[in-house]
């Protein structure tokens, strides 16, 4: 069993940087995808950032481009988003998850393994 474990939520003022952390205890066999969304109230799950864990190929919903980046550190087997430049639509609980490999690395239906989820708002 696949267990993610988020951190880092809060919140901050338009124009502001967060950091978020996703602690993983341990990666599925084969290729695998990690992936950051997030949820607003009344909204749906949208895929913002994902990463390839081999080869580190990354990909962003277009609404953040330029603003968050997401990395990871096997040694630490934990993955981040760093988050900038933070605007009020922001605002949402964000789920870091695993799956395997996907064409469709910002797709929520192609993830097996989700965390809690961590609070982002950011303020006006």
């Known amino acids: 069993q696949v267990q993610l474990v988020e951190s880092g939520g809060g919140s901050v003022q338009a124009g502001g940087s967060l950091r978020l952390s996703c602690a993983v205890s341990r990666y599925m066999a084969g290729r695998v995808s990690m992936a950051w969304f997030r949820q607003a109230p009344g909204k749906e799950r949208e895929g913002v950032a994902a990463v ?64 809690q989820g961590t609070q982002v708002t950011g303020s006006s």
């Open 52 to 115: 390839y864990t081999n080869g580190g190929s990354t990909y962003y919903t277009d609404s953040v481009k330029g603003r968050f980046t997401i990395s990871q550190d096997n040694a630490k087997n934990t993955m981040y988003l760093q988050m900038a430049s933070l605007k009020p639509e922001d605002t949402a609980m964000y789920y870091c998850a695993q799956g395997d490999w996907s064409l469709y690395p910002l797709r929520a239906a192609e993830y097996r393994y989700w965390g």
